[in-house]
């Protein structure tokens, strides 16, 4: 309970402070606000993901690796999704954009950054044990998702919007259309 409330009020200090955040280097982060159409689309777009990758973890009956701990479920649904967000969306997003600037033309940089940033984020994932291929590429997928929102947007936090959507979503679906043991 403590560590669910010490979250809830983060995420309301993150949320009522976007883009005013300057420590701990979020301004490089890209932690800031962006408009009510793009927060929608993050919302949605986060929805239908969780949806679809439910369905698509149904359909070939494959463990969705949801966490059957309650405590690690909370994490993942209240602050895990920030955390990945911050380093996957926003500083390494900055640093790839930033170090490509160089080397590419802005339509070559943005399509680089955010598949490599959605690779990386779905190699992070290969620690959590027994991750199939089928996991891995609807993380890759999430993962550009959430990278081309961040890139839309100019927001990191828009992208953690669509992160912690698809998150509830995944564990929603799970509670409600739970399969049978077999």
């Not at 309650?70 to 994490?75: P, V």
């Not at 999704?81 to 170090?99: D, I, K």
């Not at 993962?143 to 992208?159: E, K, N």
Request: aromatic share 10%; proline share 1%.
């Amino acid at each position: 309970m403590f560590g669910a409330g010490g979250t809830a009020i983060f995420l309301v200090f993150a949320l009522q402070n976007l883009g005013r955040l300057r420590g701990l280097g979020l301004e490089y982060a890209g932690w800031r606000n962006t408009t009510r159409v793009r927060w929608l689309v993050a919302a949605c777009t986060g929805l239908v993901a969780g949806l679809a990758v439910f369905g698509i973890g149904s359909a070939s009956r494959q463990n969705l690796a949801l966490s059957n701990n309650w405590r690690l479920a909370l994490l993942q649904v209240t602050l895990g999704f920030v955390l990945e967000e911050l380093v996957f969306h926003g500083y390494l997003f900055t640093a790839l954009a930033w170090t490509l600037k160089k080397i590419a033309n802005d339509l070559a940089r943005h399509q680089l950054v955010v598949v490599t940033s959605a690779v990386a984020f779905a190699l992070a994932h290969l620690a959590q044990p027994g991750v199939s291929w089928l996991q891995l590429g609807c993380v890759t997928i999430t993962g550009t998702l959430y990278g081309w929102i961040r890139h839309q947007s100019a927001s990191t936090a828009a992208a953690a919007v669509s992160h912690a959507v698809y998150n509830l979503t995944l564990y929603a679906a799970a509670g409600i259309f739970a399969l049978p043991a077999s």
